[in-house]
């Protein structure tokens, strides 16, 4: 099991930024894939955004595409989710989860995160006021 832990949420105005970070004490992430999710409640999970092992192909959602930008340090074992541009429809729990391949086109809408491939983190809070 890789366990990930989710930082950097917490509340902002509309048109801040907060910065996600997913860092893992396990065995290292640097051959798996790795993709940000986020639901809110009541709603279906859906994938914000992804990258491939080696950081070259990324995913975005339309709805955040031109605002969040992903990336990953494979030798701190990290991936990360800038967020800029922050309006009130980002406000949602946000998931990091690795150990898929290819999560766009395997997971791009899951009924519940965290989900059951691959590893999870516990999710942490973003909320944007208007």
């Known amino acids: 099991e890789v366990p990930l832990v989710e930082s950097g949420g917490g509340s902002v105005q509309a048109g801040g930024s907060l910065r996600l970070s997913c860092t893992t004490s396990g065995s290292g992430l640097g051959d798996s894939d790795m993709a940000w999710y986020r639901q809110v409640p009541g709603s279906e999970c859906v994938l914000v955004s992804s990258?491939?092992?080696?950081?070259?192909?990324?995913y975005y959602d339309y709805s955040v595409k031109g605002r969040f930008t992903i990336s990953r340090d494979n030798a701190k074992n990290a991936a990360y989710l800038q967020m800029n541009s922050l309006t009130p429809e980002d406000t949602a729990v946000y998931y990091c989860a690795a150990g898929v391949k290819d999560y766009p086109s395997l997971f791009r809408i899951l009924l519940e995160c965290p989900g059951s491939a691959g590893y999870w983190g516990m999710g942490t809070q973003v909320t944007v006021s208007s």
């Open positions: 990258i491939s092992s080696g950081g070259v192909a990324t």
